[in-house]
């Protein structure tokens, strides 16, 4: 937990000092056999003249299931939204740049965003040189809330697809190369998209 204050001074406006308050915490659980789940809360709000001015919140959810040979499913759920009323609309954006593959980065943006993942990681056995290689393959859904243009959460978005990952800890220290196609399953305001294929090199 962290209190704080932050100092707005606005031309025309005055200046204030804002109290702050920002919360959050992480837990993680073993409840199931070969079953790993991870959980986190956190949010922020800041006041002015005892009205909210601003404030966020971020909930997510992971859960790993290792009781396959060579294989492991893994999910999860995320949701932010943020809300600001004296500083520029925050825009929260969801694409193949954060989980939601298939459709172009930062295709849709809102102040409320939901993204679920789903996985199965499949450790093929394969090493070329120091690369090992993996394979998965996945589905995404997101929604996305706009207060200012009034896109729904209720408007779900979808894709499936395939991927390598391929790790090396010669080549990349202790991350990995995941390299993604994907094909969107839901038009975006009448438009179809196309089969899109993606990599980036990322923590495991």
């Given at each position: 937990a962290r209190i704080a204050g932050r100092w707005r001074d606005e031309h025309g406006a005055g200046a204030d000092l804002q109290p702050v308050v920002d919360v959050g915490g992480h837990a993680a659980a073993n409840p199931l056999p070969e079953t790993y789940v991870t959980f986190e809360i956190a949010g922020a709000a800041r006041w002015d003249h005892e009205r909210t001015q601003g404030w966020r919140t971020r909930t997510a959810l992971h859960a790993f299931w290792?009781?396959?040979?060579?294989?492991?499913?893994?999910?999860?759920?995320?949701?932010?939204?943020?809300?600001?009323?004296?500083?520029?609309?925050?825009?929260?954006?969801?694409?193949?740049?954060?989980?939601?593959?298939?459709?172009?980065?930062?295709?849709l943006s809102g102040s409320r965003v939901a993204r679920f993942n789903f996985e199965d990681r499949f450790d093929t056995?394969?090493?070329?040189?120091?690369?090992?290689?993996?394979?998965?393959?996945?589905?995404?859904?997101?929604?996305?809330?706009?207060?200012?243009?009034?896109?729904?959460?209720s408007d779900p978005l979808a894709s499936v697809g395939c991927g390598l990952r391929l790790g090396s800890s010669h080549f990349f220290g202790d991350r990995m190369l995941r390299i993604d196609v994907a094909w969107p399953l839901t038009s975006v305001d009448g438009e179809e998209f196309d089969m899109s294929g993606g990599s980036d090199l990322d923590d495991k």
């Open positions: 290792l009781g396959l040979p060579a294989q492991t499913l893994a999910s999860s759920f995320t949701f932010d939204a943020q809300v600001e009323h004296q500083d520029l609309v925050p825009q929260l954006t969801l694409g193949e740049d954060s989980g939601l593959r298939g459709y172009p980065a930062r295709e056995g394969l090493e070329v040189l120091s690369l090992r290689i993996g394979a998965v393959g996945f589905f995404d859904a997101g929604w996305v809330h706009d207060d200012v243009y009034g896109r729904s959460i």
